[in-house]
């Protein structure tokens, strides 16, 4: 996707995050909107410009849009926009070891290392693995599949800058991760819940909405590190 039409689409992001309710941007289909705990909401769509299995996900806090990312079928993070501060972050690709979501489906494991970087050139290498715990967990009717993650982020020459670990859902139908507990390596008694509460479909009351609902008010969230 272009640059030009990245920055359309986010420019229809903040420009309907405005209004009363949300709407997918011109060329694109709402498809589903998921409401977690921590004051945290996800509205997905996919465009008809884009290949199959890319889809959108736009990441709301209590003060508005927070983070639109476009992901592939195997959740790689093609590309980031982040509102606060303002900023555009993308894969390179290939990378040296992508997220392969088939590959954990289909064996349980799946390791990852990739790099991201910004407009400036300034990479980040983030090294990792997602496991398949083997317990399912139903959300809202939605059957998740429970998983185990850490991952490190670092530098391009390899000086650490963050440890993460935690607890999370990956959904097969809809091809994505979603938040639950994560904390950092170094403090695993801080644990941050942002776990999936409802999933919500075109046409069913709060489709697409312009704001969180569970958990709100205490203090503002944020969630740019982890997916």
């Known amino acids: 996707m272009s640059s030009v039409r990245s920055w359309v689409l ?42 199959d299995g890319e889809q959108w996900m736009a990441l709301f806090n209590e003060t508005g849009p927070s983070r639109l990312r476009k992901v592939d079928a195997e959740f790689q993070w093609l590309e980031t926009h982040y509102f606060s501060p303002i900023r555009t972050e ?3 690709v290939p990378a040296e070891d992508p997220e392969d979501m088939t590959e954990l489906f289909a064996n349980g494991y799946d390791t990852y290392d990739f790099t991201i970087r910004d407009a400036d050139g300034n990479g980040l ?41 935690g607890r999370q859902f990956v959904s097969e139908a809809h091809r ?19 776990s999936p509460v409802d999933f919500i479909y075109p046409g069913e009351p709060g489709f697409f909405p ?4 569970y958990d709100c008010g205490a203090m503002l969230s944020s969630w740019e590190v982890s997916r």
């Open 90 to 92: 993308r894969m390179v």
């Open 125 to 165: 290498r983030y090294v990792g693995y997602d496991k398949l715990t083997g317990e399912e967990t139903v959300v809202d009717g939605e059957v998740l599949r429970n998983t185990e993650y850490a991952f490190d982020v670092m530098t391009e020459n390899g000086i650490i800058l963050e440890q993460m670990e």
């Open 176 to 194: 994505i991760f979603l938040f639950g507990e994560s904390w950092q390596r170094d403090a695993p008694d801080l644990v941050r819940n942002s």
């Open 210 to 213: 312009n704001r969180p609902i």
């Open 10 to 51: 986010i420019g229809a992001l903040v420009a309907s995050s405005e209004a009363a309710a949300f709407s997918a941007p011109a060329g694109c289909e709402g498809k589903l909107t998921i409401q977690f705990r921590n004051c945290l909401m996800t509205n997905i769509w996919t465009c008809e410009a884009d290949p």
